[in-house]
């Protein structure tokens, strides 16, 4: 079984290895607290040594986990192509799908780091606004299969992180879903970006897999093109975890994360080349992970085809976007995977359910 | 002097009141460390009788401020009507200048938390890409004079916050410089908004002001048009605040808060009717306060309308844009101010200057 860190409930960090759990409060005093930001903090060396030491932790019988580090700020990117291109093509029919950009840099913006949940967290259906305006529980809530990275070392203001030294600054990965309202997105998003059609819910999986784990599934990929700009090129590459989408128990997407067309190096030297800092606790999510068939997809606005194809269940039922009770596993070893459960909108705390 | 806290470089949360600068530290564990959020997250009892102790301080005979507050998440409105109706007259000529959603929301999104800085700390040119694309320092390097409101009490994950008990959320109050970089911000922002044009740095000032100081400059609105949605709604109103724009020793913009469309009770109640929490720290800044006239605009780029209109300095210079080595201080009683020196772009580090 891949190292993987978490957070005991309680407090206290634990690391995961060949099937057992170790409770390495104690060992360190980054150890003790209920996050895994101290350790995170102390860089390569610091790592490498743990991982040697973990058996020196108490085996646990069971271990019941926590959210596994404290969020500083939270990015979500845009960096799956075929992603980019589905959205495109279903929003501006006619156009050409990728926007002048997206070739060019890695699109991403900042999402709300106060409401990343861990695995298994509950997800209450949002209410907002949507085009009209009208007012009501989201119809069109959605999931997205991404790729998170957690930042280690810190860098310093003003500093631009080279893209050859920018994987340094990682500590690890996990996955995520970012729970999306389409409605609430759609009215609200002109000029500034997505809010609350995002802000309601992003779920993380509980074990922290250190990217060092991770060193024998890199890829290389095709050359990109266009060729990016200086402070962007590396030798193309992306990790090789195959990953699910399950629905209520059946699987309705399998994808890879080598559909990334941005590594997270690019990602890291692009969030830094204007000299914004990095801080511990950073989680730079992928974006939407979604591969050229139509299976592959890591959206159900992408499976659905924005509602007009619905996916079939095999107990007869259809899905466009969610609906209350589902439950949602995105699944990929060795990351483990990240569950949530639909609950129904909150009720009548809100004044009036219709506007206008 | 309205009273106002702050806290002391090398920890310790201090008030001003009367003239008077006193150390509280000692007075209540929550005074104790190096941010004001413990204290904030006390809550209105705990902060009105803070308010009659503040003598019970040590008096000191200078302060030197560090970074008041944590910022947990950080968002930034864009609630000036006459900031976006110029927006919109200047990139969409021709075209309703405000967007279809502008009147029925507080539109918004997420910042980079952790590169918000304290007044007085320089500010760096940033590089990056711009349209082409080509690589580089900024050409277009703004500021936006803005409002920030500061979160004291938390809310819960799942529970909207009702726009009549919103403010009971909010600490206190700063003033924001959120530096822009137009010509970064031009070329990313499609389809998921700003990013790197805004998150190199956001200067706050170092004074946090009780919003219950502000309980007098309270003045009613005319009414919002169309009505809101039931959960937006109560009695417009605005706090009557002088603030100006000082630019290199000549004060070239002076506005007022009441120029804000969208109040703070407002914003809150948007950013949470999906679900979404509050957390102490919470940064909420109003976006570019403009008024209707031509020298009450809050940022550079409306001064001189996109450059075509050049700021005439006493020195004879002209400015369209912000130039290495220029001074803005923001500046408005009760709220102080919050400066910042533009530094040349970082030289060498950068592999290449131009791309394509």
């Excluded at 030294?165 to 995520?176: E, I, N, Y």
Aim: hydrophobic share 40%; charged share 20%; proline share 7%.
């Amino acid at each position: 079984m891949t190292l993987a860190y978490g957070v005991l409930e309680g407090g206290g960090v634990c690391a995961r290895g060949d099937g057992r759990v170790f409770d390495l409060s104690g060992l360190a005093p980054c150890f003790d607290g209920d996050s895994l930001n101290a350790f995170m903090a102390r860089g390569p060396q610091f790592w490498a040594q743990a991982e040697g030491r973990i058996s020196e932790g108490r085996e646990l019988a069971a271990a019941r986990l926590a959210m596994p580090f404290e969020v500083a700020d939270y990015v979500d990117f845009y960096s799956s192509l075929h992603h980019a291109h589905n959205l495109g093509r279903m929003f501006r029919p006619g156009a050409e799908p990728l926007l002048p950009n997206w070739r060019h840099l890695p699109v991403g913006y900042h999402g709300r780091s106060g409401t990343v949940v861990p695995d298994g967290t509950a997800v209450r259906r949002p209410s907002g606004q949507r085009a009209g305006p009208s007012f009501g529980p989201s119809e069109k809530l959605d999931i997205e299969l991404e790729l998170g990275f957690v930042v280690g070392i810190a860098s310093e203001l003003g500093a631009p992180v080279p893209v050859e030294r920018a994987l340094d600054h990682v500590f690890g990965v996990v996955l995520v879903n970012d729970w999306s309202a389409r409605d609430i997105q759609a009215w609200e998003y002109q000029p500034l970006g997505p809010f609350l059609g995002k802000s309601f819910a992003t779920s993380i999986s509980r074990w922290v897999v250190p990217v060092s784990e991770l060193a024998d599934r890199r890829v290389p990929l095709a050359a990109q093109d266009p060729e990016p700009l200086p402070y962007l090129q590396e030798p193309p590459w992306a990790f090789d975890i195959d990953l699910e989408v399950e629905l209520n128990g059946t699987v309705v997407a399998r994808t890879n994360t080598r559909h990334l067309y941005w590594s997270i190096a690019q990602q890291i030297a692009h969030l830094t080349v204007n000299g914004a800092s990095l801080r511990t606790g950073d989680l730079l999510a992928s974006g939407t992970i979604s591969g050229p068939e139509r299976d592959e997809r890591g959206s159900l606005i992408e499976l659905s085809w924005n509602g007009e194809e619905p996916i079939e269940l095999p107990d007869g039922s259809a899905r466009r976007f969610l609906e209350d009770g589902d439950e949602v596993v995105l699944r990929g070893e060795p990351l483990g995977e990240v569950r949530g459960r639909i609950e129904a909108a909150a009720g009548g705390c809100l004044r009036g359910t219709v506007g206008g």
